[in-house]
């Protein structure tokens, strides 16, 4: 028997495990393989949609789902939370003290946004990236602010789709428009990169959209503490900026299981090559996604392009066939620039982003994602992802066909190990 454990039933693990039991169907019926996933809730969010939650008012309820309705009868969804992971012995323990032994780990527990890490920061400042009920926060207190100074702030990088804060910032000049009080409304836009966007050819589509819009940055802003009582956010530089309302992106860390276990850097992030997607040192143990330490964007479609690869390997090596893949460092991450427009941010490890125009109809193809997640997750869309997306995995080689002409970084966030 053959078993494969996946730790995080977030967007990762979970389409990673459909792949797994679709490709192991025979075996598992047969009894010669197992797929188990461990997950923490039941519920599972589309994060994106916390974006629409926050700015324009969607309920939360509208971007959740059960597990159960998203995984293929033949995984066991262990509704359980990993407490240790532990390579020596093979096996994972869970909080309520179960043991689950394994042949093929796949670590996919995420990253965590964390406002208690900086100090004054979670009772001073709302924030879009800790869950639905968080981001509805946001959408009562744009009901109620009638003028004043609105401030978005990087307060910690890497962090989970780097667009976002951009997203916000635009997103909150089209809301005060509608509302009828931009003109009583300043945005501030705080950011610990030299410009508005940390990759420069994505900065030279922003930079001169926020100007027209009158949304002023403040580059090299690197948050140190905030003041609630004064409603003041202050930087490690010693400059100190005035809000009525602060939306701030935290600071995130991998995941508790991951740090408690040991098997994390500084951060929490799982030490991973950016290839094969294993875990550094380790055999036939993967991380895919927000948890590795890896400089490419914490989003969706890089744990999705991930998934492919480390399931499809983990199935090669059980069959022992030689055709090894690796991931090529895709990303794309769309940005809403308001009033119906959006970019995509894309790159490869090899190729960085490149300038864009605005359109509607990326905009559109934006929001169609939040249709089709759902459907992404069991597998049923991947032909049409290889057409759009291009080919992500290649054969393993000695170099590795994208590795040999490597950029430092495909985060999309401009050649920053932590971006
Ligand atoms: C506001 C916002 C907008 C975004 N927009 C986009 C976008 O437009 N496009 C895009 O591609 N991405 C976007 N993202 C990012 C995307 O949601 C994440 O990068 C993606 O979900 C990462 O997948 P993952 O599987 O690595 O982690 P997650 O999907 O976060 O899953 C991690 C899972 O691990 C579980 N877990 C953690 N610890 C344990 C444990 N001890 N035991 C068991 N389970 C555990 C968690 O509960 C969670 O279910 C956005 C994110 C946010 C917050």
């Known amino acids: 028997m053959q078993r494969v454990v996946v730790v995080g039933s977030g967007d990762g693990g979970t389409f990673t ?3 797994l039991a679709s490709e192991l169907h025979d075996e598992i019926k047969g009894g010669l393989a197992s ?3 461990i997950g923490e809730h039941l519920h599972h969010p589309f994060q994106p949609g916390n974006l629409d939650i926050a700015f324009k008012g969607a309920v939360p309820d509208k971007y959740v789902k059960e597990e159960t309705e998203l995984i293929r009868k033949e995984i066991e969804f262990v509704q359980d939370p990993a407490v240790k992971i532990d ?4 096996s994972v323990t869970t909080k309520s003290g179960r043991v689950l032994s394994y042949d093929y780990l796949v670590i996919a527990t995420g990253a965590v946004a964390d406002p208690s890490r900086i100090q004054g920061l979670a009772q001073g400042s709302l924030n879009f990236h800790t869950g639905g ?3 509805r926060r946001i959408w009562d207190a744009l009901q109620e602010f009638e003028g004043g100074t609105v401030v978005v702030a990087i307060a910690g990088t890497p962090h989970k789709c780097p667009p976002s804060p951009n997203e916000a910032a635009f997103m909150l000049d089209e809301f005060f428009q509608k ?3 931009r003109d009583k409304v300043k945005i501030k836009f705080l950011t610990p990169y030299p410009r508005p966007y940390p990759a420069e050819r994505i900065s030279h589509v922003v930079e001169p ?15 140190d503490s905030v003041d609630p ?3 003041k956010i202050y930087s490690l530089e010693g400059e100190a900026v005035d809000y009525d309302l602060l939306i701030a992106i935290p600071p995130h860390h991998g995941a508790d299981v991951v740090v408690n276990s040991g098997i994390g850097d500084q951060e929490g992030y799982v030490p991973t090559d950016k290839g094969t997607m294993k875990v550094v040192g380790q055999e036939g143990v993967y991380c895919i996604g927000d948890a590795t330490n890896i400089s490419v964007s914490k989003s969706g479609v890089v744990a999705h392009l991930q998934s492919v690869v480390v399931a499809r390997n983990i199935v090669a090596e059980m069959k022992r066939s030689k055709e090894l893949l690796e991931y090529n460092g895709r990303i794309n991450c769309p940005m809403e620039v308001g009033h119906h427009k959006a970019i995509f941010v894309s790159a490869t490890y090899a190729s960085p982003p490149v300038d864009q125009t605005p359109s509607r109809v990326k905009y559109y193809m934006k929001r169609s994602f939040a249709m089709i997640y759902w459907r992404a997750l069991n597998g049923s869309l991947e ?3 290889d057409v759009f997306f291009g080919q992500t995995r290649f054969p393993v080689t000695e170099e590795g066909p994208e590795k040999v002409a490597a950029a430092p970084d495909a985060s999309g966030q401009g050649g920053r190990r932590d971006a």
């Open 87 to 90: 390579f020596k012995a093979k």
């Open 229 to 231: 009582a004064q409603r």
């Open 383 to 385: 032909r049409i992802f």
């Open 209 to 223: 959209m926020f100007q027209e819009k009158g949304i002023e940055v403040t580059t090299f802003f690197n948050v």
């Open 35 to 37: 797929v188990q996933l």
């Open 179 to 181: 509302k009828g009080i």
């Open 17 to 19: 495990a459909n792949v």
């Open 133 to 135: 009920v968080n981001s």
